[in-house]
């Protein structure tokens, strides 16, 4: 069973950055479409972006141009560069690797973005 572990979550102002970190245990990261997903306070989850094992990106409409997603298969690991935060990027974020028929998500790390 593969285990996604995510890192990088915390509290930041409007217009800070953050970075998070997925480091999948047990698989590479290169044999999988990586994915980060969010979930705020009394909403459903939502795709923030995505990248194929080929390096396709694509991205949730309303963070195109402020995030960025990246894998580094030497160091398996996948990354979500989070630029220009803005309150209502608040939420709980998820990665995720999918290879059908596999699907794993990881536990969610906190992304607080406040004054």
């Known amino acids: 069973q593969v285990q996604l572990v995510e890192s990088g979550g915390g509290l930041v102002q409007p217009g800070g950055s953050l970075r998070l970190s997925c480091a999948p245990s047990?698989?590479?990261?290169?044999?999988?479409?990586m994915g980060w997903y969010r979930q705020a306070l009394g909403k459903q989850r939502e795709l923030v972006a995505s990248?194929?094992?080929?390096?396709?990106?694509n991205y949730a409409d309303s963070v195109k141009g402020r995030f960025t997603i990246s894998r580094n298969n030497a160091k398996n690991t996948a990354y979500l560069q989070m630029d220009m935060l803005r309150p209502d990027d608040t939420a709980v974020y998820y990665c995720?690797?999918?290879?059908?028929?596999?699907?794993?998500w990881g536990q969610g790390t906190q992304v607080t973005v406040s004054s």
């Open positions: 047990g698989s590479a990261v290169s044999m999988y479409e």
């Open positions: 990248i194929t094992r080929s390096g396709s990106t």
């Open positions: 995720n690797a999918r290879g059908a028929p596999m699907n794993y």
